[in-house]
């Protein structure tokens, strides 16, 4: 019987004995991550990537496959996330109970996107994101008091979706934007704010985008103007969106203001805290968050500072009314249940149970390992900081509130164009193949951006970037 018979791919006893050997391989990759580049781009991926290709006719067996995936994906075409040097868009290191906690969701096949897809799925869901809103400060009377979502991208958008509802009323879900209304955020907004806009058909050009101050957050003498100003024009403001580690800086915008400035004008007032609103759950860091709990929605993802793997982010809604009022929906094949259909809270319909590692990861490490893993990246970030502070020919942002520093070098001479000398220097320290971060440019300055988003970073790690960085600014000044 040849290998790819019907046996050997529907027989678990076969499938598990040929997976087997291939584990060690695979786990290496967390194990001892450091083994490997930090970044892997064989241009030959790309190419093939361009070309249409045929659906395989005939079967291959499993090891075949699993030596290919090893010397392909893990040789040559890898983000090396796990690497303790990796410090680039967040990318977290996942956590073995989040992990295992896909491995089950995906066996087990249940989906918490409808009670009868997943009795205990939905329960545990449901419960899972009460952890959630505890863990940050995030009074939710009402359960679920949210939405699990793919990410962050699509919780901002649902959520502004709920603020379009509820400011421009009930109505525009059948009769689509009529009126217009804007909406408020730094411009240190991340992409998918701009994004809702052109989805819910308000329109990009109904984004107001507001400065910054020199740290990165709203400046909100410039926000009431402006909202001010488009009153008078006859605008209908819908929804002030604060910022709560903005995903360049980690800057946090004065929430507590914000919320003040949205209650005056009765807008919805949502926190995109995506990133970073975990920190709001740890003593040393929350008073940073004060306000948070005002707002009407909270964007999080777990999949970025709560370590699991990427598939999970999480809308928080003081409100729960709202989500079925936004999403609520019939169709005639449908029987509804009155308990709970995440299918009509949210966006989304049928969807994995990826809360599932989430559960895992709370119920292991609880708060205090959290509180762990987490101010040990954001001590990492500050020793950075201060050795950055300590170097001459360095230059910080600002004191970093979240693990993210940035900071750039200053060529010794004069008459240097500074981005394209910070684009030089960057290169120079990511071709090394043993670094990776990023630049970015606040209000049009470049910087060099590093996160600290891996739980095995230590100071030794951005010791040896900081020793990269003076290397290559040398050797770019000789
Ligand atoms: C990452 C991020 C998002 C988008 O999240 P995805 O999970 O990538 O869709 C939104 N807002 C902020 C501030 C972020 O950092």
């Known amino acids: 019987m040849p290998e790819y018979s019907r046996e050997s791919f529907t027989d678990w006893d076969h499938v598990v004995a040929a997976v087997r050997p291939h584990l060690d391989a695979l786990l290496d990759t967390q194990r001892t991550p450091w083994t490997r580049p930090v970044t892997s781009d064989d241009k030959a991926f790309y190419e093939r990537s361009q070309e249409a290709g045929a659906a395989p006719e005939r079967g291959t067996p499993l090891p075949e496959l699993l030596t290919e995936i090893t010397s392909t994906v893990l040789d040559r075409g890898y983000l090396n996330g796990a690497h303790p040097q990796y410090f680039g868009y967040f990318h977290p290191r996942p956590l073995p109970a989040a992990v ?18 997943g009795p205990a799925a939905t329960a545990m869901e449901r419960e899972t994101l009460s952890w959630v809103a505890d863990f940050v400060g995030y009074p939710n009377a009402t359960v679920p008091g949210g939405i699990f979502t793919s990410g962050g991208t699509m919780a901002n958008i649902s959520a502004l979706k709920l603020a379009r509802d509820a400011v421009l009323g009930d109505a525009v879900r059948e009769n689509g934007v009529t009126g217009g209304g804007t909406v408020y955020v730094s411009s240190e907004l991340h992409y998918s704010i701009s994004r809702a806009m052109d989805f819910l058909g308000m329109g990009r050009a109904a984004l107001r ?33 604060g910022l709560a580690g903005a995903t360049a800086t980690g800057a946090i915008d004065p929430l507590t203001d914000l919320a003040q400035v949205a209650a ?49 982010g999480c ?45 895992l990861a709370l119920r292991h490490l609880g708060r205090e390992g959290y509180a762990d893993l987490l101010l040990g990246n954001l001590d990492v970030a500050r020793h950075l900081a201060d050795r950055v502070r300590a170097t001459d020919g360095l230059e910080l942002l600002t004191d970093p509130v979240l693990p993210i520093c940035c900071f750039r070098a200053v060529p010794e001479r004069d008459g240097v164009d500074l981005a394209e000398y910070t684009e030089r220097l960057h290169r120079a320290v990511v071709e090394r193949g043993d670094f990776h971060l990023t630049v970015c440019h606040p209000n049009g300055e470049p910087y060099l951006r590093v996160a600290v988003n891996n739980y095995t970073t230590r100071n030794e790690h951005v010791d040896a970037l900081l020793e990269a960085v003076t290397d290559a600014r040398a050797a770019l000044d000789a």
């Open 100 to 117: 295992l906690g896909d491995s089950i969701a995906s066996l087990l096949n249940q989906s918490p996107a409808a009670w009868r897809m």
């Open 209 to 241: 985008v507001v400065p910054t101050d020199r740290a990165g957050r709203i400046s909100v003498p410039a926000l009431r103007e402006r909202i001010g100003a488009d009153v008078r024009a006859g605008h209908r403001p819908v929804a002030v969106v």
């Open 264 to 312: 005056d004008h009765h807008m919805w007032f949502h926190v995109d805290g995506a990133a970073a609103a975990v920190f709001a759950g740890l003593p040393r860091t929350q008073e940073l968050f004060t306000g948070l709990a005002s707002a009407d929605s909270v964007t999080l993802d777990p999949h970025k500072w709560m370590f699991v793997p990427y598939g999970l």
């Open 315 to 359: 809308l928080l809604v003081r409100d729960a009314s709202r989500l079925s009022a936004s999403f609520a929906d019939q169709a005639h094949y449908w029987n509804h249940d009155s308990r709970t259909d995440f299918v009509f809270l949210g966006p989304e319909g049928a969807r994995p149970w990826k809360s599932l590692g989430l559960w």
